[in-house]
């Protein structure tokens, strides 16, 4: 009987442990035995799961390494699977030893750790640097003793998983997230029996988030190789279907629904109200010039290597803006506003502050900024989703801004600095000359109704074909008598001692394939699924059709936005709307 691995030690986040039951339970219909590796507190000194709580708050660590224990009890007894401890793995000398070999590096050096051949070192930073908010490799001395206690358990995972993949010898690995640390070192210790590994991830839909998810194989060079999901243009595979998932996630981002959403929600308040706040003049044209979080490429890099092949006309964003204030003097006619990402500032998810942050404040300190170039900050709590309003153009830097933009009809020029992104959603330049250029003009376009288009189409191509849509695998909390059993299940509970996790409760035990079982299996076993005749869909539909669609919905959730006194939006808006394309246009895009 054929095998799969799950390497799944961190089920505090349901986000993480229900999508992999749902995927064992599919593999299970397909006559693999599966196996879960979890933890029953070896990881402890500082898991992955506690790096939502401050390193020093002991009492609610352990509350998380609690409740971690009790969701994967709850999963494992109530899915039979079955489980390899971790702590059964390493023993209490080679616990002993991985401490003192991990003490005998110097402080300064500890990102070059090294464990029979392995950087854990620098797989230990990404989501070090990503919690602390980091660009470089340097430690700070008050966060040494964490990081060690990170090098101890990604160490401990690296003996641990020596061991069972050496005796289990499974045909598949799947594990949450490549870039973790531990799951880096899952996968190169697989790769080394040939073993394939596939990462799961949360998708890109913000109500959805666990149900409709990306699944990768992980390549040997530490790439992840997305399969199914074809180029955008294949197809027209804008599928009217989609549309209610396309303006339920749109939704989600106006209201700020998770704390997925960075920007605070929109208050529908007025253009003018808007330029009133950050100081501008009526009328002006906008540039929104949208910064990036770098730490969360620098965790990538340090820890990786570059992700993606980049051939950004900046140096870095400082270079950038350095060359935003020449065009805002050159210009005076047009107003830079620069926001700055709100992951930068203290937030609903984190409330570190980033080193990118004090560089800026350092950059602003040093340099004299044009009265046409403002800054829009953080603490000035302003929806990004009401700024778009006033908008003219989006200058991209490698971030969701350019699609969210463009479902307003904003045109979006890049700097070529990111390439997970359809190219025809922005307009990318070789020179700087040629940016300026791509910039005017632009802006002498103004909101179009292909901009919105071509984001409706990225969006159904997101959530229809580069992810897979896993929501058939819960039960619906909205029928009654599934409700009134889980009150009487969990009442049960309740009285026995025993845990219950309500949306794990909501997880089906599968008697038959998901809907997307065939795509799911494809990208795991590699091959057509045993008794599948299904194909893989290439919808067509009539593209007046979908342009009627997309008009109709534009017009929803635009009007939504839109405050009865607002004139300057709402004449944005009629422009779209009064924009008419051609059928060959339609097919073209």
């Not at 910064?291 to 340090?302: G, Q, V």
């Not at 997307?516 to 919808?539: D, F």
Request: a positive charge; one cysteine or more; hydrophobic letters at 35%.
């Amino acid at each position: 009987m054929k095998k799969a691995l799950f390497f799944s030690p961190y089920q505090f986040f349901s986000v993480h442990a229900e999508p992999e039951v749902l995927i064992a339970e599919s593999l299970q219909l397909e006559g693999y035995e599966t196996v879960f590796v979890t933890c029953k507190g070896i990881l402890a000194k500082n898991c992955l799961c506690m790096s939502v709580v401050p390193f020093e708050d002991t009492t609610h660590r352990e509350r998380i390494c609690r409740e971690c224990r009790e969701n994967r009890n709850f999963l494992m007894k109530r899915f039979k699977r079955k489980q390899i401890f971790l702590d059964n793995l390493v023993n209490c000398d080679e616990k002993k030893n991985i401490e003192d070999n991990i003490g005998k590096w110097e402080n300064d050096d500890l990102a070059n750790y090294t464990f029979q051949g392995i950087q854990i070192g620098k797989k230990t930073l990404y989501e070090f640097i990503l919690k602390y908010k980091l660009l470089s490799d340097a430690i700070p001395n008050e966060r040494l003793q964490e990081f060690r206690f990170n090098l101890y358990n990604t160490t401990v995972v690296a003996t641990a998983m020596e061991r069972v993949l050496g005796e289990l010898r499974p045909d598949i690995v799947v594990f949450y997230n490549f870039f973790y640390s531990t799951n880096q070192v899952v996968a190169e210790i697989a790769h080394k029996s040939k073993t394939s590994v596939f990462s799961l991830h949360a998708g890109t839909h913000h109500q959805n988030r666990d149900r409709i998810v990306a699944l990768s194989k992980v390549q040997k060079t530490g790439t992840l190789q997305e399969a199914l999901a074809g180029k955008p243009t294949e197809n027209s595979p804008l599928n009217p279907a989609s549309m209610p998932l396309i303006e339920d996630h749109i939704q989600g981002i106006f209201e700020a629904r998770t704390v997925w959403v960075y920007s605070p929600k929109t208050t529908r308040v007025s253009s003018w109200l808007i330029r009133k706040k950050i100081s501008l003049p009526p009328r002006s044209k906008v540039v929104l010039a949208a910064l990036r979080s770098d730490d969360e490429r620098s965790a990538a890099d340090l820890s990786l290597g570059p992700v993606s092949a980049r051939n950004p006309l900046f140096q870095d964003q400082f270079s950038w803006l350095d060359w935003l204030a020449e065009f805002s003097e050159t210009h005076p006619e047009i107003t830079v506003v620069v926001r700055q990402h709100p992951r930068e500032a203290p937030n609903r998810r984190e409330q570190v502050i980033s080193a990118n942050h004090h560089r800026l404040n350092q950059w602003l300190s040093r340099r004299k900024v044009p009265k046409n170039m403002i800054f829009n900050r953080p603490d000035q709590k302003i929806s990004l989703y009401d700024l778009f309003k006033i908008t003219d153009l989006v200058l991209r830097n490698s971030s969701s801004v350019g699609v969210e933009a463009a479902l307003y009809g904003i045109p979006v020029v890049g700097m070529g600095d990111d390439t997970a992104f359809d190219p025809l959603l922005q307009k990318e330049s070789r020179t700087l000359a040629e940016y300026e250029k791509n910039i005017l003009q632009a802006l002498q376009l103004g909101w179009n109704l292909n901009q919105v288009y071509l984001a409706y189409r990225w969006y159904s191509y997101l959530f229809g074909r580069k992810e897979i849509d896993l929501r058939d695998g819960w039960r619906s909390s909205q029928n009654f008598f599934f409700r009134l059993q889980k009150k009487l299940a969990k009442g049960w509970a309740r009285v026995q001692g025993l845990p219950f996790v309500d949306s794990s409760y909501c997880l089906k035990v599968l008697r038959k394939p998901l809907v997307n079982h065939y795509r799911l299996m494809k990208i795991l076993l590699e091959q057509t699924p045993h008794g599948s005749k299904a194909t893989e869909p290439h919808p067509k539909h009539c593209p007046q059709l979908l342009l009627k669609a997309v008009r109709e919905s534009y017009q929803k959730t635009m009007g939504w936005l839109s405050e009865n006194n607002d004139p300057e939006f709402q004449e944005r808006i009629k422009k779209v709307l009064s924009q008419e394309l051609s059928l060959e246009d339609s097919l073209n895009l």
